[in-house]
């Protein structure tokens, strides 16, 4: 079972919102956020860029579930304190030979297919709600040359 998780920024505001990408009341990526965060064995994996993508977007007010107010930032906080919990701050993935192959359309994310491919053989998935990112992986060769584990936030869920 997969105990390392990174989560792409939408997931985590999805969970912040409590809504689905397609903006309706859904607490499964709240779900999920909750069960890596609480349960032992289990590290979200971020790089300074991911991580700064995190705080830029879990700033903004329009992300904000109205009663819980900032709830997610709030909670990777304390987590930054829990050992174990959050791997990766203070450094930021390399480029890897291949990442001029992502496919045009999921070029803007290549800090998080980089960060996934640093993580490859550690047993870590890369949730994202991006299906033509996770597409694209696909179809590029990138997924299984390094043995990505790319997940939906509701596969994930699943396995966890």
Known sequence: MTERYILDENVVIFAQRGLNEYDEPNLNYRNLFHRIADEDGRTLVVD????????DQLY?????????????????????RRVGKIDGLGHTAPAFPEENDIPAGSQDDTFIVRLAVEESG????????????????AACSIQARYGLDVLSPEDALAVL
């Open 122 to 137: 550690k047993g870590t998935a890369l949730v994202t709600t991006d299906r033509p990112r996770r597409d694209d992986l």
């Open 48 to 55: 300074d860029v991911l991580w700064g993508k995190y705080d």
């Open 60 to 80: 903004n007010p329009a992300h904000f579930e109205t009663e819980r107010g900032p709830f997610v930032r709030i909670r990777l906080w304390e987590l930054m």
